[in-house]
């Protein structure tokens, strides 16, 4: 499986231990574009070089007068944010494209608008379990946080409780 990870997703599996789950997975390769890696991410550098090191991670470039440079900028005109427009516009170009994975509902519209499967944290977690790449209690485990902190990272804004969610979704 390949996930395609904006700035806030990356930071919301770091900060639920959900990063952990995924650099353990053989099946998950996480990617991202230039701008999330070396802008947004920047303070986060040394993680990522490790991600890189251990082939869990893949930074990809859009370069300049390439289709997707030209769907970026398009993007950036919808009103899409730099590194999410970069990443769409990158996603959108590959032959077998990646899930999206971003807290940003705009972002995730856009993404939909391009045919891309786009998640945020709790679907993410629901097709890791359902993929049998991670275990419901290993998943439970670090997002019983938003049961008691409905702002914690990566919660999504229709969350009522665990279990209703994830069954709400699920079957959604």
Not at 81 to 100: L, R, S, Y
Request: aromatic share 6%; with cysteine; glycine share 4%.
């Amino acid at each position: 499986m390949r996930l395609l990870l904006d700035a806030d997703a990356f930071i919301a599996l770091r900060n639920l231990s959900l990063l952990t789950v995924l650099r353990t997975c053989d099946e998950v390769r996480m990617e991202m574009t230039e701008y999330i890696a070396r802008h947004e991410l920047a303070p986060l550098s040394g993680v990522l070089k490790a991600l890189e090191d251990e082939h869990r991670l893949v930074i990809h470039a859009v370069s300049r007068g390439t289709e997707a440079f030209r769907l970026y900028r398009r993007l950036q005109l919808d009103g899409a944010h730099k590194g999410e427009a970069e990443a769409i516009a990158w996603a959108v170009n590959q032959e077998a494209t990646p899930v999206f994975v971003s807290l940003d509902r705009r972002a995730r519209k856009h993404a939909g608008l391009h045919r891309l499967l786009a998640v945020d944290i709790m679907d993410l977690a629901i097709h890791l379990v359902e993929q049998h790449i991670a275990s419901f209690e290993e998943i439970r485990s670090r997002l019983v946080v938003w049961e008691e902190h409905k702002n914690a990272s990566g919660c999504p804004a229709d969350f009522t409780s665990l279990d209703e969610t994830w069954r709400k979704r699920r079957d959604a």
